[in-house]
Every structure is written in structure tokens, then in C-alpha cells.
């Protein structure tokens, strides 16, 4: 049974606003940018250190698979000692490693560097879902999400053309130097303004209780089915997400012959889609909330359609002949994700309560896994079928298990509540909530 969500303001502090788009916010967008550097800059990377094809492909992965194992380990960290000292640290370490990569010597010095950053970013995401669950009450965390998760895509958007503008002036080295520098006065910024714990918007109940340790959280999360239903279910997302992410473009080159210059202006609106989705979202999700009887209704159907949508647009991608009609269904699956995003890491922190670091953590993880192990797949589906239609076919069967999944899922009760059964507190209820 169902609890109805309980009436409250929809505004939250000032001081809390600020912290999310003064701190939390651009320590994501300097974090996307960072990784965007490699990116950008890899066919030099490439030719500076002699790397084949299959080596570059390996730093990227290297990366990656570092940056999906820590964050289990990151939320756990961040439950116990906070998302302040946790991430001023991860900022120092993934901004060392940032402003030393091009000085590597071998390749095998340059992919544990890549191993080192990725272990450094991993902090960020639950730190920032953490402090978020801290600051913001129930109502105010879809439109806080959303803005975190704009940060996050408009990394690269800023960062690819900034980095090839510094590179042609400052050169390769000088270019690292400079993203690495940003990080480390960032962290100084970060330490001396940032705060953990609850706002005046806050219980003081679940301001007592969100900043203290919590001795088995992962337990606790690993227990509880309906955490096991939402890491499937973003589980799916990151398939989804990550082929358009990394083989979009060069699908529209090598299916559909587009040229380098077609391609770059087809894969910004491509993002560009994702990031107007993500804030549209936001908004979405605020206005169910207030206007439907629980969390279940208000999160539930946004994730379930969402998938659903995803799934049905990448099957017509291939089917269609015209390139523009291509990328406006393209937009639509992506955009869709975009939905999906924001309900996910909602519902993260409704269930998480005071355990939301090892719930992110966890979803995290499974997410991140999807994403790595996509690209592989999807190279050997064409490579054995000679066809990009089978890939695309098969994120619409992914859509469809994404749906299934977000059908299990249960946000109206916290983990909190299964400890203690007198709390009548939702996390992030602020005092109005609880008297009303």
C-alpha cells in the first residue's frame, strides 16, 4: 500500500540552491570536462606515444572498468565520512592525474594514470547524489537532479571545443597542465565553502541521521529487493546510453556515409538533446509529485515510458532512409533516456534515506558495467552480422526489460524505515511535511 506524498512548500532555502550550482554542480561539469581532454586530444596522444588503434581503445577501457569498480567503494566512503573531505580528495587525485598524463613515459605509466583518474572521478557521483539528498527535500530533488545531470552532459559539450581551441595554442602538455590546475583550485574552493549535513529544509531527525556513519549500509542495500530492481533498471539505461554515446557517430559514418563535419553537427544535437531532456525532466518530475498520491505514481510510469520509448525509436533508426529523420527519432530514444536519468537518481535518494551513498554506489556500478561491456557487444553483433540494424533491434528488447524493471520498483518507503519502524519521517521531509 501506497502513502500518500505529504503536502509541504515547494521551495527549498536559498543556501541550498546555491550550494548545488555554486559547488555540486560544476565539480560534475570540471569532472566531464576533464574526461572529454582524452578525448579530444587522443590522436595526438596517439601519435606522441606510438600507440596502436587497440591501445588507445584499452586506455579508454582502462578507465572506464576503474572508474565503475570504485563506486561501491566510494558510496560506502562517503556514507561514513561525508561528501566534503571525500570529494576534495577524489578532486585532488583525478586533477594530479589529469595535469601529469601527457609527462608519462610508457604506455603501461600512461594507463595506470588513466586507472588513477578513474578511481578519483568515481567519488564524484555520489557525493553529489548524496549531498543533494541532504539539502533538498522530496519535492525539490527531480529539479536538483536534473541540474546535476545537465552538468554532467554539458561537460563535453564545453570541453571539446575549449580543448581544441587550448591545444593549438598552449600544446599538448600545456593543455593538461591548464584542466589540471582548474581542478586543484576548485578543491581549494570546495573545502572552504562546502558543508556536509541537512539544511534548515531538513527534519532534525534526518539531519541528525544523515550525517552520522552507518555500520552495514551495503548490507542493508543488497537486501532489499527493490534496490536490486532499480540497478537493473539502470542497468538497461546504460546499455542504451552508451551505444548512442560511443557508436552513434560512427554509425552515421560508416551506415550512413555522413561526413566528419555532418557527423560532428548530427552528434552535438544528439547531446544537445540529452541535456535540454534532462532539465525538462526535472520539471516533469516535480509537477507528478505534486499532483498524484505517492511516490510510486510519481517516479514509476516516468522510468517505465521512458525505456519504452528509448527502445521503440532506436528500432526505427536504421529503418528509416533519411538521414534527418534518422537523428530526429535518434533524438527522441536519447532524450527519453534523459527522463530516465532523472527518475532514477530521484528514486535513489527516496530509497536511500540515510544509506543513499552505498544505493549509488550500487547503481552506479551496475550502470556503469552495461555502459563498458555495450560497445564490445554491439562491435561483435556487426562484425558477425555485417548489418547495424541487429544492434539497434537489440536496444529495443533492452528497452522493454528496462520497463519490466522500473515496474518492480517500490520508492514510497525508505531503507531507513525497514530500522526503524517508528520513523514517520520520509527522508528529506522538511518539519511542515511531518506536522501536516
Known sequence: MTERIPLASDRAPLHSWVMLVALIAPATLIMAMDRAVLTVSAPILQTQFGLSLSQLG???????????????????????????????????????????????TTFMSLAFTRALLGMGQATDWPASIVGINRLFAVRQRPIANSILLFSLYAGPVVGAPLTGHLLGVVGLRGLFVIFGAVGFVFAAVWLAFYRDGATASLSAKHAESSTKPVPGSLRTVTRAGRCWALAASYFFTGVIISFYLSWFP?????????????????????????????LTAGRVLLMLTRRTPSLRSARVPVGMASLLVAGASSCVVP?????????????????????????????????????????????????????????????????????WTSSFLLLGGTGIAGAIAWYLIHPDHSLDDAHDDSAKVMPGMTELEVSR
Not at 562517503?78 to 587525485?93: D, K, V
Not at 566528419?260 to 540529452?274: F, N, P, Q, V, W
Open 58 to 104: 584499452l586506455l579508454f577501457t582502462v578507465f572506464f572498468w576503474a572508474y565503475a569498480l570504485m563506486q561501491v567503494p566510494a558510496g560506502l566512503m562517503i556514507t561514513r565520512i561525508g561528501s566534503r573531505w571525500s570529494l576534495f580528495c577524489a578532486i585532488l587525485l583525478w586533477s594530479l592525474m589529469t595535469a601529469i598524463t601527457p609527462f608519462t
Open 250 to 278: 560512427i554509425y552515421l559514418v560508416k551506415a550512413r556515409h555522413l561526413g566528419m563535419k555532418e557527423m560532428g553537427i548530427y552528434t552535438g544535437l544528439l547531446s544537445a538533446a540529452l541535456c535540454v531532456a534532462v
Open 319 to 387: 529503418l528509416t532512409d533519411s538521414d534527418p529523420l534518422a537523428l530526429l527519432v535518434a533524438c527522441a530514444s536519447i532524450a527519453a533516456l534523459g527522463f530516465s536519468q532523472v527518475a532514477t537518481w530521484t528514486v535513489v535518494q527516496d530509497i536511500g534515506g540515510k544509506h543513499t551513498g552505498g544505493l549509488t554506489g550500487l547503481v552506479a556500478v551496475c550502470g556503469n558495467f552495461a555502459a563498458g561491456a555495450t560497445p564490445f557487444v554491439s562491435a561483435q553483433i556487426v562484425e558477425r552480422t555485417g548489418t
